[in-house]
């Protein structure tokens, strides 16, 4: 009975239809599914507080709008990804409580500081512009919430990256002072922006699978590759360097060769030991239990409201 | 007691946290007048009108919509992905329901 329910699930991933929320799959890839698409929509949440933090600074009332929107999006496309994952049989709270207990991980990019306006330019430009790179083949995704998820993610992803790109662009265009606050911005966030697409290939274990399930269509590598390649021709319109004195074009390659990540400081970010790894987390936990009373508030209003329609019936 | 949260609320004791569940709606929208309203996503709300809201802000940010609707995920009645076969079989034996099945001489217009 399971060859048979395994080998339908094996058919509908080869034949690249769409796996959907009530048909049978292995307990496996449920549970990568969970995990990643979790990840994921943590990721989205506590994004936002190192963009939040620049919201009461913003340079001017249109740069101020254009901030909050941008927030504000990046918390729907955590409400679609936590939907997502419902379909997979958690609950939305389970995943929030294994986040703030730790047990699950957000992206490690979101563990950087914001000291300057000129982050929110370098966020925008480098940390949403590896983000689409990541998810725009996660559209294809061969479970179809996730896919449908992400298509709606990327939609809107593609605002982010242009107004960051604009940011920089006017800083970079600026004053002496402005253009080196943009520079230093761009210095601190490229090589982080490297290591969002994870580890190399040969040590990416769980990538093989995820593949082979179509969860995942290129490889860690390839997708590091495309970014690159991508940016270095919108540094030189920007007017900045990218801090790595090894990046030539390959002509044989047709790609842009690049230095060696220090894989070393990521396994340490992901450690928790980045710079902002305890500020994000003890943020996030004391915005939820903070925001008990509100969750409390509208159930009560809510049941009330039951309460009163169900007497004035009978 | 907070029906919000559940246990420990200091954030030492997030791990012994277990959050309440609150309803989960399936939100669908009406893209345009003249088209009907598509499945969207879901979310979760106490009641139908902070659901509507709630849908308001997260489906339709960049005029996606001009209708909404909302239905608790729990009302949904489906049919069973495992009987997909069978309960869909009756229609594949039946060819004759589309136009294309009749054979119609090649100088006969409108028809």
Known sequence: MTAELEADFQRTIDEDLRVEPRDWMPEAYRKTLVRQIAQHAHSEIIGMQPEGNWITRAPSLRRKAILMAKVQDEAGHGLYLYSAAETLGVTREELLDLLHAGRQRYSSIFNYPTPTWADMGAIGWLVDGAAIVNQVPLCRCSYGPYGRAMTRICKEESFH????????????????????????????????????????????PN???????????????????????????????????????????????????????????????????????????????SAHTEGAWVRDAAAAYAEKQRARAAGSAA | ???????????????????????????????????????????HAPDAEMALRNARDVYTR??????????????????????????????????????????????????
């Open chain 1, 161 to 204: 990256q242009r107004q960051g790109f604009e940011i920089l662009l006017h800083l970079s265009k600026g004053t002496a002072e402005q253009h080196a606050m943009a520079q230093d911005a761009v210095d601190r966030w490229w090589w982080p922006s490297l290591m969002m697409f994870g580890p190399p290939d040969d040590e990416s």
């Open chain 1, 207 to 285: 990538s093989a699978q995820s593949m082979a399930w179509k969860i995942k269509r290129h490889s860690n590598d390839e997708l590091r590759q495309k970014f690159v390649d991508m940016s270095v021709p919108q540094a030189e319109v920007l007017g900045l360097s990218l801090p790595d004195p090894d990046l030539t074009w390959n002509e044989a390659r047709g790609h842009y060769d690049f230095g060696a990540i220090d894989w070393t400081e990521f396994q340490e970010v992901l450690r928790g030991n980045g710079p902002c790894n305890r500020q994000r987390m003890e943020h996030r936990v």
């Open chain 2, 1 to 43: 007691m907070s029906s919000g949260t559940v246990g420990g609320t200091s954030p030492a004791g997030a791990e012994q946290t277990r959050t309440a569940p609150t309803t989960l709606w399936e939100v669908f929208v009406r893209s345009k007048r003249g088209l009907s309203h598509n499945h969207v996503g879901s979310l």
């Open chain 2, 62 to 111: 960049r005029q996606e919509g001009v209708s909404i609707w909302v239905v608790p995920a729990s009302e949904i009645v489906a049919s069973s992905p495992d009987e997909k076969d069978s309960f869909f079989d009756p229609a594949a034996d039946k060819v004759y329901r589309h136009p294309t099945f009749y054979d119609i001489p090649a100088e006969v217009q409108h028809l």
